[in-house]
């Protein structure tokens, strides 16, 4: 258990429509990313965020967005969902923003769009 | 830009038998690297990882790797596999900036024959 909490596990949904991520870090942990892992894209770095500030950002679409609350969970928020946004989202989280850090994830929720 | 090329996509061995997967990487500085192993329906956990100093690391679960500058590689070793090795492997790399997000390969799926 890496201490990492990512709900829903799974769900399903239809195109058009909106879903909302959760994911609670390791305790003590201030820095959060995303990653979206699909059969054809691999594992793809969404975004990090950092006590509450945006601190990276990758391949993530504008249909996507993020955020860190005060409490340090974290919400991925994906709308206008279409069929290829189906993939397993991992949440990860870390005591650091930036330098030499290990990486804990969680076990992902799957998304499957209809 | 960074970038790991894992360039076995499959790799199918016996049980006993020694095991290398092979990964390269692109980074423009000192990179940190990383292995991470997925069962299936599972997160991301990590194997081992180097930062600096002896180019030898020792992991969990008898794995080990070894960093070669000059080859860019940061390849992934076990003198003797088990069935329960068998799950998919992921090589990353990070770096020593304002953000510790990891860049990682596609992956290796490992089997292992009885």
């Known amino acids: 258990d890496s201490g990492v909490t990512q709900t829903p596990k799974h769900l399903i949904t239809a195109t058009g429509q909106r879903v909302t991520l959760r994911c609670s870090p390791r305790?003590?942990?201030?820095?959060v990313y995303w990653y979206q892992q699909s059969l054809d894209q691999g594992l793809q770095f969404l975004i990090q965020?950092?006590?509450?500030?945006?601190?990276a950002k990758g391949n993530i679409l504008e249909r996507f967005s993020a955020q860190q609350f005060p409490d340090l969970h974290s919400e991925l928020n994906l709308s206008s969902l279409e069929l290829g946004d189906s993939a397993l989202y991992f949440c990860?989280?870390?005591?650091?923003?930036?330098?030499?850090?290990?990486?804990?994830f969680g076990e992902g929720s799957r998304l499957t769009v209809l | 830009a960074q970038s790991v090329t894992q360039p076995d996509i499959h790799i199918t061995v016996s049980e006993g038998a020694s095991l290398e997967l092979r990964c390269n990487y692109s980074?423009?500085?000192?990179?940190?690297l990383f292995w991470y192993v997925q069962s299936p329906g599972q997160g991301l956990q990590l194997l081992l990882k180097?930062?600096?100093?002896?180019?030898l690391v020792q992991g969990i679960k008898g794995f080990e790797a070894e960093f070669k500058r000059s080859q860019s590689s940061f390849n992934l070793r076990k003198p003797s596999v088990h069935w329960s090795d068998a799950a998919e492997y992921f090589c990353?790399?990070?770096?020593?900036?304002?953000?510790?997000?990891?860049?990682f390969g596609t992956g290796t799926l490992l089997a292992v024959q009885p």
């Open positions: 990860a989280s870390s005591t650091q923003a930036g330098g030499a850090g290990e990486l804990f």
């Open positions: 305790s003590g942990d201030l820095s």
């Open positions: 965020y950092y006590n509450g500030e945006e601190r």
């Open positions: 980074y423009g500085a000192t990179p940190y």
């Open positions: 180097y930062f600096s100093g002896d180019t």
């Open positions: 990353a790399v990070g770096g020593s900036g304002a953000t510790n997000k990891l860049i």
